[in-house]
C-alpha cells in the first residue's frame, strides 16, 4: 500500500537547514551576502547579466513594470491562460491588461491573436512560459522591435526552460521567476528579475528597497520605491537549491517522458509534449482532456485513489474581476476558455518512483477507460 500522492514535493534536505542555520548563527537577516549569491548563481545560470532577488515573483513582476515605467492608460498585452498575478501587477500600475488568447498545443501566447491586439496605447508584452514552456519568442520579440515595446517574461514556471537553446529570463528585456514551492526550485515564497539591461537594473535596485540612495551612512530618497527584498535566511536556501536545479530538470524531463509512455494511448486526454523550440521542464505536468469529458469529475475520481491533481491554471477573462473591469465575456477567448476548463496538472516531482509513474497513469486510465 502506499500513502496519498502530493501533487508536488519541494526538494530539501539537511543541506537546506544547515545553510539556514548559518544565516541565523550570523544574526543578519535581511538582504544581505547570501541574497547576493544567490542573484549571481541566477545570473550565471541563465546567462543575463544582472540579476535582483525579490520577495515573489508577483512583486517581481511589479517592479519590472515600475521600472519600465508604465504609467495608467497604458496597455500591456498578456497571455489569459495564467496565475492571475500576472495581470494583477499592470492593473496595480492603473495600466490595462489586453488579455491574449493563447496556443492549444503548448498552452502559450497566440502570436496571431497577439498582433491583432496591439494598438498605439501598447506599451508591453508580457509573454507566460506556461508551465515550464516557453513561448514562441522569435516572433514576440520581432513584433515587440516593430511597435517599440517592452518584453517582460513571466518565467515563474520557466528557471532552466531554454528556447531554441537560450535561457528564458534571458530573451526578453526583463525576465520574472519564482521560487513558491509549487515552482521548480523553492525559497519558501521568493522571485528574482534578470535583464541585461543597465539603466533597468539600477531602476529595479533603487525601486525594490524604498527608492533611496546611499549617501555616506544615510539614505537619499529618489523614488517611492518599495520593500519588495528577499531575506538572507531564504536567499540561503535559494543558494542550495540553484546547486540541485539541474539535476532537477533532468529528473523531471525524464519523469515526464516516462509519463507521457505510459499515458499513450488512453483515450481523452492529451500529455505534454516538447514544443518545436525544445526546453519544457515540466514544471507542472499538465493534460487536456476532451470536452464531453468531466474534468471536475475526474479530478475527483482520482482524489478517491489518493492522487492529488488540480486545474492547469485559469483563464484570466473567465474570472469576475475582469468581467466586471474590463468588460470581458466568458468563453470569449476560445483556447484559454478550453485551458482553464479542462485541464489537470497530474503529480510530477524528482522524488517520483516508477511505481508511482504507473499508479498516476493507471489510476487516469482506470477513470477513463
Ligand atoms: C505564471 C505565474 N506568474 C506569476 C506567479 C506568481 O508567483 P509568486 O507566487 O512567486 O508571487 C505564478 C505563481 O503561481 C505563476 O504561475
Redesign the pocket.
Known amino acids: 500500500m502506499w500513502g496519498h500522492m502530493r501533487l508536488n514535493l519541494p526538494c530539501v534536505d539537511e543541506r537546506e537547514l544547515a545553510e539556514v542555520a548559518k544565516v541565523l548563527a550570523t544574526g543578519y537577516f535581511t538582504q544581505g551576502p547570501k541574497v547576493a549569491e544567490f542573484e549571481k548563481l541566477v545570473a550565471d545560470f541563465t546567462q543575463t547579466e544582472f540579476a535582483f532577488a525579490t520577495?515573489?515573483?508577483?512583486?517581481?513582476?511589479h517592479l519590472s513594470l515600475a521600472a519600465l515605467g508604465i504609467e495608467p492608460g497604458d496597455e500591456v498585452l498578456v497571455?489569459d491562460f495564467?496565475?492571475?498575478?500576472?495581470a494583477n501587477v499592470i492593473v496595480q500600475q492603473k495600466a490595462v491588461p489586453v488579455l491574449v488568447d493563447i496556443d492549444l498545443e503548448t498552452f502559450t501566447i497566440d502570436i496571431d491573436d497577439l498582433r491583432a491586439k496591439i494598438t498605439p496605447h501598447s506599451k508591453a508584452i508580457m509573454p507566460?512560459?506556461?508551465f515550464g514552456c516557453s513561448a514562441d519568442m522569435d516572433p514576440i520579440m520581432q513584433l515587440a522591435e516593430e511597435h517599440g515595446l517592452a518584453v517582460v517574461e513571466?518565467?515563474?514556471?520557466a528557471i532552466g526552460t531554454t528556447y531554441k537553446g537560450r535561457y528564458c529570463g534571458n530573451l526578453g528585456t526583463l525576465g520574472?521567476?519564482?521560487?513558491?514551492p509549487?515552482?521548480v526550485i523553492t525559497t519558501g515564497?521568493?522571485?528574482m528579475i534578470t535583464t541585461n539591461d543597465r539603466d533597468l537594473a539600477e531602476r529595479i535596485q533603487l525601486l525594490r528597497s524604498h527608492g533611496g540612495v546611499r549617501t555616506g551612512y544615510w539614505f537619499e530618497y529618489e523614488a517611492a520605491g518599495f520593500n519588495y527584498r528577499l531575506s538572507d535566511i531564504l536567499g540561503a536556501l535559494g543558494v542550495v537549491q540553484m546547486a540541485k536545479l539541474p539535476w532537477i530538470i533532468e529528473r523531471k524531463r525524464t519523469l515526464a517522458g516516462q509519463l507521457q509512455e505510459r499515458l499513450a494511448g488512453i483515450p481523452g486526454i492529451r500529455a505534454p509534449q516538447e514544443p518545436a523550440w525544445g526546453g519544457h521542464i515540466y514544471q507542472s505536468f499538465v493534460i487536456l482532456v476532451d470536452e464531453q469529458l468531466d474534468r471536475d469529475q475526474l479530478i475527483s475520481d482520482l482524489r478517491d485513489q489518493d492522487i492529488e491533481t488540480t486545474l492547469g491554471?485559469y483563464a484570466l477573462h473567465d474570472q469576475p474581476y475582469f468581467q466586471e473591469n474590463y468588460g470581458y465575456e466568458s468563453g470569449q477567448l476560445p483556447n484559454s476558455h478550453t485551458a482553464f476548463k479542462q485541464t489537470i496538472t497530474l503529480p510530477l516531482y524528482p522524488q517520483l518512483t516508477e511505481v508511482e509513474l504507473d499508479m498516476i497513469a493507471d489510476g487516469v486510465r482506470a477513470v477513463l477507460t
Open positions: 520577495s515573489s515573483c508577483t512583486t517581481a513582476l497571455a495564467t496565475f492571475p498575478a500576472s507566460v512560459h506556461t513571466d518565467a515563474a514556471c520574472c521567476f519564482s521560487f513558491h509549487r515552482k515564497e521568493g522571485g491554471t
